[in-house]
């Protein structure tokens, strides 16, 4: 059973940065898809970006050029998953969870994940 932790998350000024982490335990392919998504109160849920071995990565509209996945693997297993967040804005202030796939294809659906971390939260103060 693969199993996802959140870390990283806190409160930071506009234009400031955080880095998100999230440790996977159990055994899931690194080639699999993973993805940050995030949810602000009164608004559903939205994905950030995401990654895998054949589709490579994607990022929503609203944190192109200023938000970067990574994922760190030991030989073919994910062990990590990072969202590096620079030039953070006050709308930018969410949950933010991770959530993986038992395939490599990625989608920008809730419901198309198979794990789901706790969250993080991030609040971007003006």
């Known amino acids: 059973q693969v199993q996802l932790a959140e870390t990283g998350g806190g409160s930071v000024q506009a234009g400031g940065s955080l880095e998100l982490s999230c440790e996977v335990s159990?055994?899931?392919?690194?080639?699999?898809?993973m993805a940050w998504f995030r949810r602000s109160p009164g608004k559903e849920s939205e994905m950030v970006a995401s990654?895998?071995?054949?589709?490579?990565?994607?990022?929503?509209e609203f944190v192109k050029g200023r938000f970067t996945i990574v994922k760190h693997e030991d030989k073919t297993t994910l062990t990590t998953l990072n969202l590096q967040m620079n030039e953070l804005k006050p709308e930018d202030t969410a949950m933010y969870y991770c959530?993986?796939?038992?395939?490599?294809?990625?989608?920008?659906?809730?419901?198309?994940?198979?794990?789901w971390g706790q969250g993080t939260q991030v609040t971007v103060s003006s």
């Open positions: 959530a993986g796939r038992r395939n490599v294809a990625c989608y920008r659906q809730t419901y198309m994940y198979d794990y």
């Open positions: 159990g055994s899931t392919n690194s080639r699999n898809c």
């Open positions: 990654i895998s071995g054949t589709e490579g990565t994607d990022y929503a």
